[in-house]
């Protein structure tokens, strides 16, 4: 190596690299580089998925208390009509209800998935 008038570097004719030497150290740069940006995707996968799978088991225990909440009060409501009609009246009531609301969000739901794109 040799300083120009400038006092910048420059490299002689025997230190720079061969053409063979500079592909061979662009191919390893480029190799390290696309295993460094696989394992990145890899890490920010496992965190996306780590994350998701938490809250899918957030949501499903909240689904099993809300479903336990809605037992509770179809038992309180069967309880309640309880005291004014015979108890199998009460309950096939509720039970009638709860059919109902059923049949109308099935219904409300099959027009949705069978209506056209354009519509929706």
């Not at 069967?78 to 005291?83: I, T």
């Amino acid at each position: 190596m040799a300083t120009s008038g400038n006092g910048s570097m420059v490299l002689l004719e025997e230190e720079s690299p061969s053409m063979a030497e500079a592909v061979e150290q662009a191919f390893r740069a480029a190799s390290a580089l696309m295993e460094d940006r696989l394992e990145l995707a890899r890490l920010e996968v496992s965190a996306r998925s780590s994350r998701i799978g938490s809250g899918v088991a957030f949501f499903g225990l909240a689904a099993f208390f809300a479903v336990c909440a809605w037992v509770a009060l179809l038992v309180a409501g069967a309880a309640a009509l309880g005291r004014l009609l015979p108890a199998d009246a009460s309950v096939a009531i509720v039970a009638g209800v709860n059919l109902l609301l059923a049949a109308a969000l099935a219904f409300a739901g099959r027009r949705r998935l069978t209506r056209p794109l354009e519509e929706r």
